[in-house]
Protein backbone atom coordinates (compact mmCIF):
# COMPACT_ATOMS: atom_id res chain seq x y z
CA UNK A 1 0.00 0.00 0.00
CA UNK A 2 1.66 3.26 -0.88
CA UNK A 3 2.12 5.51 1.88
CA UNK A 4 1.46 9.18 1.88
CA UNK A 5 3.09 11.50 -0.75
CA UNK A 6 4.49 14.64 -0.24
CA UNK A 7 6.41 17.35 -2.81
CA UNK A 8 8.90 19.13 -2.82
CA UNK A 9 10.32 17.44 -0.53
CA UNK A 10 12.62 20.70 0.70
CA UNK A 11 12.14 24.24 -0.74
CA UNK A 12 14.14 27.40 0.18
CA UNK A 13 12.38 30.78 -0.37
CA UNK A 14 13.31 34.76 0.25
CA UNK A 15 10.55 36.26 2.91
CA UNK A 16 7.57 38.06 1.01
CA UNK A 17 7.95 35.11 -1.84
CA UNK A 18 5.19 32.35 -2.13
CA UNK A 19 4.99 28.67 -1.52
CA UNK A 20 3.06 25.79 -2.44
CA UNK A 21 2.59 22.14 -0.64
CA UNK A 22 1.51 18.96 -2.05
CA UNK A 23 -0.19 16.12 -0.69
CA UNK A 24 -1.87 12.73 -1.86
CA UNK A 25 -2.96 10.53 0.68
CA UNK A 26 -3.39 7.23 1.25
CA UNK A 27 -5.94 5.69 -1.10
CA UNK A 28 -9.50 5.62 0.52
CA UNK A 29 -8.54 8.10 3.42
CA UNK A 30 -11.35 10.28 3.83
CA UNK A 31 -9.21 12.51 6.57
CA UNK A 32 -6.79 14.82 5.43
CA UNK A 33 -4.46 16.90 7.60
CA UNK A 34 -1.65 19.66 7.56
CA UNK A 35 0.73 19.96 10.07
CA UNK A 36 3.07 22.41 10.85
CA UNK A 37 6.62 21.40 13.32
CA UNK A 38 8.52 23.76 14.15
CA UNK A 39 12.22 22.73 15.01
CA UNK A 40 12.17 20.95 18.43
CA UNK A 41 8.62 21.09 18.78
CA UNK A 42 5.59 19.01 18.17
CA UNK A 43 3.39 18.91 15.32
CA UNK A 44 0.55 21.53 15.60
CA UNK A 45 -2.37 20.91 13.25
CA UNK A 46 -3.23 23.61 10.73
CA UNK A 47 -5.85 22.42 8.99
CA UNK A 48 -7.96 19.28 8.78
CA UNK A 49 -10.42 18.41 5.71
CA UNK A 50 -13.11 15.74 5.74
CA UNK A 51 -13.25 14.42 1.93
CA UNK A 52 -13.57 17.98 0.38
CA UNK A 53 -14.68 20.24 3.38
CA UNK A 54 -12.91 21.49 5.95
CA UNK A 55 -13.57 20.26 9.38
CA UNK A 56 -11.01 22.58 11.37
CA UNK A 57 -9.08 25.43 10.44
CA UNK A 58 -8.90 27.05 13.76
CA UNK A 59 -4.97 27.19 13.82
CA UNK A 60 -4.38 27.92 10.19
CA UNK A 61 -2.94 31.74 9.95
CA UNK A 62 -5.47 32.66 7.34
CA UNK A 63 -4.30 35.94 6.49
CA UNK A 64 -1.22 34.35 4.89
CA UNK A 65 -1.66 30.36 4.53
CA UNK A 66 -4.66 28.84 2.31
CA UNK A 67 -5.53 24.90 1.68
CA UNK A 68 -7.75 23.12 -0.44
CA UNK A 69 -8.88 19.46 -1.44
CA UNK A 70 -11.24 20.18 -4.25
CA UNK A 71 -11.95 16.56 -5.18
CA UNK A 72 -11.52 15.23 -1.89
CA UNK A 73 -8.01 13.48 -2.64
CA UNK A 74 -5.03 15.39 -2.69
CA UNK A 75 -4.68 18.52 -1.45
CA UNK A 76 -2.19 21.63 -1.49
CA UNK A 77 -1.11 24.17 1.05
CA UNK A 78 -0.01 27.55 0.24
CA UNK A 79 1.68 30.47 2.25
CA UNK A 80 1.67 33.60 0.64
CA UNK A 81 3.58 36.00 1.79
CA UNK A 82 6.19 34.14 3.59
CA UNK A 83 7.92 35.44 6.78
CA UNK A 84 10.90 34.12 8.30
CA UNK A 85 8.98 31.96 11.13
CA UNK A 86 7.11 29.66 8.89
CA UNK A 87 10.21 28.11 8.49
CA UNK A 88 9.11 24.45 9.43
CA UNK A 89 8.02 21.36 7.91
CA UNK A 90 5.09 21.13 6.64
CA UNK A 91 3.72 17.42 7.72
CA UNK A 92 0.73 16.25 5.51
CA UNK A 93 -1.09 12.92 7.27
CA UNK A 94 -3.99 11.48 6.47
CA UNK A 95 -6.77 8.65 8.33
CA UNK A 96 -9.34 6.40 6.99
CA UNK A 97 -11.93 8.07 9.98
CA UNK A 98 -12.00 11.47 10.99
CA UNK A 99 -11.50 11.97 14.60
CA UNK A 100 -9.44 9.14 15.00
CA UNK A 101 -5.73 9.72 16.35
CA UNK A 102 -4.19 6.66 14.60
CA UNK A 103 -2.56 8.90 11.75
CA UNK A 104 -0.17 7.99 8.30
CA UNK A 105 1.93 10.86 8.22
CA UNK A 106 3.96 11.86 4.85
CA UNK A 107 7.93 12.38 4.65
CA UNK A 108 7.29 15.97 4.80
CA UNK A 109 8.58 19.15 3.43
CA UNK A 110 11.28 21.12 4.91
CA UNK A 111 10.74 24.68 3.75
CA UNK A 112 13.48 27.58 4.99
CA UNK A 113 12.28 31.39 5.17
CA UNK A 114 15.45 33.69 3.97
CA UNK B 1 -4.95 23.89 28.70
CA UNK B 2 -4.64 21.62 26.04
CA UNK B 3 -0.87 21.31 26.38
CA UNK B 4 0.83 18.35 27.16
CA UNK B 5 4.42 18.25 28.94
CA UNK B 6 6.58 15.47 28.16
CA UNK B 7 9.44 14.32 29.63
CA UNK B 8 12.17 13.96 29.46
CA UNK B 9 13.20 16.02 26.91
CA UNK B 10 16.65 14.09 26.20
CA UNK B 11 18.00 10.71 27.21
CA UNK B 12 21.65 8.87 26.19
CA UNK B 13 21.08 5.41 27.15
CA UNK B 14 23.28 2.74 26.58
CA UNK B 15 22.49 -0.24 24.51
CA UNK B 16 20.29 -2.86 26.43
CA UNK B 17 19.28 -0.35 28.57
CA UNK B 18 15.24 0.10 29.52
CA UNK B 19 13.91 3.22 28.63
CA UNK B 20 11.06 5.43 30.60
CA UNK B 21 9.34 8.55 28.99
CA UNK B 22 5.89 10.48 30.19
CA UNK B 23 3.33 12.67 29.46
CA UNK B 24 1.18 14.55 31.36
CA UNK B 25 -1.53 17.40 31.00
CA UNK B 26 -3.96 19.35 33.42
CA UNK B 27 -6.79 17.93 30.64
CA UNK B 28 -8.43 15.03 30.61
CA UNK B 29 -8.02 12.65 27.17
CA UNK B 30 -9.78 10.24 25.77
CA UNK B 31 -7.05 8.39 23.86
CA UNK B 32 -3.53 8.53 24.15
CA UNK B 33 -0.79 7.76 21.62
CA UNK B 34 2.81 7.46 20.80
CA UNK B 35 4.56 8.16 17.97
CA UNK B 36 8.08 8.07 16.95
CA UNK B 37 9.94 10.11 14.34
CA UNK B 38 13.43 9.37 12.58
CA UNK B 39 15.50 11.97 10.74
CA UNK B 40 13.97 12.80 7.86
CA UNK B 41 10.65 11.50 7.84
CA UNK B 42 7.54 11.71 9.65
CA UNK B 43 6.13 10.70 12.32
CA UNK B 44 4.97 6.92 12.61
CA UNK B 45 2.54 5.52 15.09
CA UNK B 46 3.66 3.01 17.53
CA UNK B 47 0.78 2.62 20.47
CA UNK B 48 -2.86 3.65 20.73
CA UNK B 49 -4.39 3.35 23.70
CA UNK B 50 -8.49 4.19 24.28
CA UNK B 51 -9.51 3.61 27.87
CA UNK B 52 -8.32 4.59 31.30
CA UNK B 53 -5.54 2.13 32.88
CA UNK B 54 -5.00 0.39 29.72
CA UNK B 55 -1.51 -1.58 29.36
CA UNK B 56 -0.39 -2.17 26.13
CA UNK B 57 2.40 -3.81 24.22
CA UNK B 58 3.91 -3.68 21.09
CA UNK B 59 7.43 -5.56 20.84
CA UNK B 60 9.99 -4.17 23.37
CA UNK B 61 7.27 -1.23 23.62
CA UNK B 62 4.71 -0.50 26.56
CA UNK B 63 2.38 1.91 26.87
CA UNK B 64 0.05 2.74 29.51
CA UNK B 65 -3.07 5.21 29.25
CA UNK B 66 -2.88 6.71 33.36
CA UNK B 67 -5.94 6.18 35.46
CA UNK B 68 -6.60 9.96 35.86
CA UNK B 69 -6.86 9.92 32.16
CA UNK B 70 -4.23 12.91 32.50
CA UNK B 71 -1.39 11.25 31.68
CA UNK B 72 0.72 8.24 29.93
CA UNK B 73 3.70 6.74 29.65
CA UNK B 74 6.39 4.55 27.58
CA UNK B 75 8.66 1.94 28.17
CA UNK B 76 11.02 0.41 25.54
CA UNK B 77 12.53 -2.76 26.91
CA UNK B 78 16.28 -3.49 26.02
CA UNK B 79 17.16 -0.47 24.08
CA UNK B 80 19.30 -1.03 20.49
CA UNK B 81 20.80 1.15 18.27
CA UNK B 82 17.37 1.88 15.96
CA UNK B 83 15.77 2.90 19.00
CA UNK B 84 17.03 6.33 18.55
CA UNK B 85 14.57 8.82 17.08
CA UNK B 86 12.12 11.54 18.71
CA UNK B 87 9.36 10.09 20.69
CA UNK B 88 6.40 12.06 20.63
CA UNK B 89 3.07 11.18 22.86
CA UNK B 90 -0.13 12.85 21.42
CA UNK B 91 -3.77 13.26 22.94
CA UNK B 92 -7.36 13.29 21.94
CA UNK B 93 -9.71 15.70 23.82
CA UNK B 94 -13.03 15.09 23.43
CA UNK B 95 -14.22 18.58 24.41
CA UNK B 96 -11.92 20.35 20.97
CA UNK B 97 -13.77 17.65 18.32
CA UNK B 98 -11.12 15.16 18.73
CA UNK B 99 -8.47 17.61 17.55
CA UNK B 100 -4.89 15.82 18.19
CA UNK B 101 -2.42 17.46 20.48
CA UNK B 102 1.15 16.77 20.21
CA UNK B 103 3.77 17.03 23.15
CA UNK B 104 6.90 18.04 22.19
CA UNK B 105 8.55 14.88 22.03
CA UNK B 106 11.55 12.91 23.64
CA UNK B 107 14.87 12.79 21.66
CA UNK B 108 16.27 9.49 22.59
CA UNK B 109 20.16 8.38 21.66
CA UNK B 110 21.66 5.21 22.09
CA UNK B 111 25.37 4.34 22.91
CA UNK B 112 26.19 1.18 21.24
Known amino acids: EAGVAQSPRYKIIEKRQSVAFWCNPI?????LYWYQQILGQGPKLLIQ????????DSQLPKDRFSAERLKGVDSTLKIQPAKLEDSAVYLC????????????FGEGSRLTVL | GQQLNQSPQSMFIQEGEDVSMNCTSS?????WLWYKQDPGEGPVLLIA?????ELTSNGRLTAQFGITRKDSFLNISASIPSDVGIYFC????????????FGAGTILRVKS
Open chain 1, 27 to 31: SGHAT
Open chain 1, 49 to 56: FQNNGVVD
Open chain 2, 49 to 53: LYKAG
Open chain 1, 93 to 104: ASSPSSGSGELF
Open chain 2, 90 to 101: AGQLIEYGNKLV
Open chain 2, 27 to 31: SIFNT
